[in-house]
Nanobody
């Protein structure tokens, strides 16, 4: 069973930065596709970015140029570097691993962007 734990969320002022981490248990991390999503209150979960096992990346238009996804397979950990944060980035952020048609989700970490 794969378990994912997100961390790094918190309160940040507009224009600030945060780096989210996604720590994975098990041995499938390096061969999985990893993605980041978020869900704001009253809204549907939204795709942000994905990185394949070969380190190819894709971003949603809303975060391209501000967010950077990366991974460290040796540490079984993925990252989401978020810069130039805006109040509308306030949400619970989730990571997901995808392999063999199976999806594994973490429980999320809250990011609040406010002055």
């Amino acid at each position: 069973q794969v378990q994912l734990v997100e961390s790094g969320g918190g309160l940040v002022q507009p224009g600030g930065s945060l780096r989210l981490c996604c720590a994975a248990s098990g041995r499938i991390f390096s061969i999985s596709t990893m993605g980041w999503y978020r869900q704001a209150p009253g809204k549907q979960r939204e795709f942000l970015a994905v990185i394949t096992s070969g380190a190819s990346t894709t971003y949603a238009h809303s975060v391209k140029g501000r967010f950077t996804i990366s991974r460290d397979n040796a540490k079984n950990t993925g990252y989401l570097q978020m810069n130039s944060l805006k109040p509308e980035d306030t949400a619970v952020y989730y990571c997901k691993l995808e392999i063999g048609g199976m999806n594994y989700w973490g429980k999320g970490t809250l990011v609040t962007v406010s002055s």
